[in-house]
């Protein structure tokens, strides 16, 4: 299916196809139980705190992962600009879970030594961020 014709930046029908298939994944079963899980967890923990209390191969740690792999993923798609970024914010993608596991995705940084795990998510929080601040901006300057 190829793009109608429409201004640099703005959304076309590709961006739209993509998004509702992403919307599917976002509040299917298995994503809506994972979200419904995260929400229970405190905020705060390391990712060894949480590996200890649901341990790989429970359905708990599964939940994490797929939360953390969502947003790692839509960060990605962000970046390299295969989803539009001002229709992901726009809909509902405003929200990455990293306020509440910013404290895991940091330490999983140390114990594996690696200063790019999760940055997709981290940078996809403070893309969000910016996106509700200059929409709020526009709203309050008309």
Request: charged share 30%.
């Given at each position: 299916?190829a793009?109608?014709?429409?201004e640099e930046?703005?959304?076309g029908?590709e ?9 599917e994944?976002f509040?299917?079963?298995p994503?809506?139980?994972a ?6 967890v405190?905020?705060?923990?390391t ?21 953390l ?10 970046k390299?600009?295969l989803?539009n970024?001002?229709l ?11 306020p509440?596991?910013e404290a895991a995705a940091k ?5 594996r030594n ?5 940055e997709?998510?981290e940078?996809?929080y403070r893309r969000a961020?910016?996106h ?11």
């Amino acid at each position: 299916m190829a793009d109608a014709p429409h201004e640099e930046g703005a959304p076309g029908r590709e961006d739209a196809y993509m998004l509702v298939r992403l919307l599917e994944v976002f509040i299917g079963s298995p994503m809506a139980e994972a979200r419904n899980f995260i929400r229970t967890v405190p905020d705060g923990r390391t990712f060894a705190e949480l590996r200890e209390e649901y341990p790989p191969g429970t359905k708990e740690f599964q939940y994490i992962d797929t939360v953390l792999a969502f947003w790692e993923t839509m960060g990605s798609l962000i970046k390299h600009g295969l989803l539009n970024e001002e229709l992901a914010f726009d809909t509902f993608l405003d929200a990455p879970p990293w306020p509440k596991m910013e404290a895991a995705a940091k330490s999983l940084r140390l114990e594996r030594n690696n200063a790019l795990e999760l940055e997709n998510l981290e940078s996809m929080y403070r893309r969000a961020v910016e996106h509700i601040a200059r929409r709020q901006l526009e709203r309050e300057t008309g």
